[in-house]
């Protein structure tokens, strides 16, 4: 992080003239660094004498909190300015955070179109393509020349979220095709954009889940893609940028559901005590409850623990590499199923892979620890050979859990990530330990 020791001393001396011009010469998203490493109050000032040309941009680099504080100490007018300058997909996540007061002020003080392009957008479900599209593209005729695209490129681009890909539309709005801005300055003014064009579009539908937008960038590896309603009218555009944010909201979201944690769109250093007790306590409150059977299957089994003590020494070796099984092979799929690269129909193939992943994991571990067992522990060859059998069977049983819970989830139409390490060693712990004892019953005459 960069400390930005100048300009803190400038604002220390109150230099604010020569402050405003060095931030004048700075990148845009820099600036916001700097804003948001200064306190509250810090933050306003200096925003406040931004260049009225800049001022948008910068704030379109804050993070969503200071954004509402800054926009909330402005004016109704230099506010409304700020909403007016902000892309409309900017626009809309902020106002989606704000009270529903002030968003009825600002929206009333902003101009015609963008009320129209943030309603537009906040009509679509969260989580969509259309959620989070922005509203601000090219598009062209196809009966336009080259010579009237490019003057309608001039004139609209500078509001545009990117002008490098130009989007071709018919008299109804439906989306024809593209046509990139190198070609059209290449080509000779008198040609015709609808025979220019490029015809094989791949779009994205309003209602695409967000997390499959960034799946469809990735496997077309564009910098945007156009946005089409159900028949096929252009409506907006994402890109590359946005994706970015999707990709880092859905991987900060599967981490947290992996780990037990209702997801939070709020950073960790702003988010208050009692939220994060509220957002973990209920899977907390579900795997200790769940946990119990583990003590009841222990229960069960006292006179066999009673008649050969050396057996609870086990238990939680057992217990963990089961668990650590389950977690590697659930983790390993639940990616593969975010990436598109395995399906429920590719079940069977996941739990052949996975059982001989696990023989072989399986066979080593006991290999090692009957060693273990006999030179360091000096337990009877009998008593290791029970420990030993048990964790190559743990290890089998707990990855095709790991593998097929998540397979299943995602199959009836839950998160894969819910799935994931606590649950699955909740499960793996019990059937260990059923499978434990049963063999120690049966081996060693005991119980």
Not at 255 to 274: C, H, L, N, Q
Not at 289 to 297: C, H, K, L, P, Y
Not at 389 to 403: D, E, F, N, R, S
Request: hydrophobic share 50%.
């Amino acid at each position: 992080m960069e400390d930005f020791e100048e300009l803190r001393e400038l604002i220390e001396t109150k230099q604010y003239t020569r402050l405003r011009q060095e931030l004048a010469d700075m990148n845009d998203a820099d600036i916001a660094s700097f804003l948001e490493q200064l306190d509250g109050e810090d933050m306003l000032k200096i925003f406040r004498i931004l260049p009225k040309s800049m001022a948008a941009d910068v704030f379109s680099y804050l993070e969503i909190e200071n954004q509402s504080s800054i926009i909330t100490s402005l004016s109704e007018k230099d506010a409304a300015n700020i909403i007016d300058n902000l892309m409309a997909d900017d626009a809309t996540d902020l106002l989606e955070e704000m009270p529903a007061n002030i968003v009825k002020k600002l929206l009333a003080n902003a101009s015609p179109e963008t009320r129209r392009d943030i309603n537009h957008l906040l009509r679509y479900p969260e989580d969509s393509a259309g959620s989070v599209m922005t509203v601000e593209y090219v598009d062209l005729k196809e009966d336009l020349t080259v010579r009237e695209a490019i003057e309608r490129i001039r004139r609209i681009g500078i509001d545009s979220e990117t002008i490098n890909i130009c989007y071709v539309l018919d008299s109804t709005r439906k989306l024809k095709g593209t046509v990139a801005l190198r070609y059209l300055l290449l080509s000779k003014d008198d040609e015709i954009i609808g025979e220019i064009m490029h015809e094989n579009v791949v779009s994205i539908h309003t209602l695409m889940d967000q997390e499959e937008v960034a799946r469809t960038f990735q496997k077309y590896d564009f910098t945007s893609m156009p946005v089409v309603d159900n028949e096929e009218r252009l409506v907006g555009i994402i890109t590359v940028d946005d994706v970015v944010d999707i990709m880092e909201e859905e991987a900060t979201e599967d981490m947290e559901k992996m780990a037990a944690i209702v997801p939070s769109d709020k950073p960790y250093m702003r988010t208050g005590v009692f939220e994060i007790w509220r957002k973990r306590m209920p899977w907390l409150l579900l795997l200790m409850i769940s946990a119990t059977f583990t003590g009841s299957i222990i229960s069960g089994f006292e006179d066999a623990l009673g008649a050969l003590p050396v057996l609870v020494a086990y238990i939680p070796m057992l217990m963990d590499t089961g668990g650590n099984a389950g977690g590697q092979a659930s983790v390993t799929v639940i990616r593969g199923l975010s990436l598109g690269e395995i399906d429920f129909k590719d079940v069977l193939a996941v739990v052949w892979k996975e059982i001989r992943v696990a023989v072989l994991c399986g066979l080593s571990l006991a290999a090692a620890n009957f060693v273990k067992l006999l030179v360091f522990d000096q337990v009877g060859v009998m008593v290791a050979a029970v420990v030993c059998l048990t964790l190559l069977l743990a290890v089998l049983i707990a990855k095709m859990v790991g593998c097929t819970l998540p397979m299943l989830a995602k199959r009836i139409g839950f998160d894969p990530a819910v799935m994931a390490s606590p649950f699955i060693t909740t499960i793996v712990d019990a059937l260990s330990l059923l499978i434990y004892f049963a063999i120690a019953t049966k081996v060693l005459d005991i119980g």
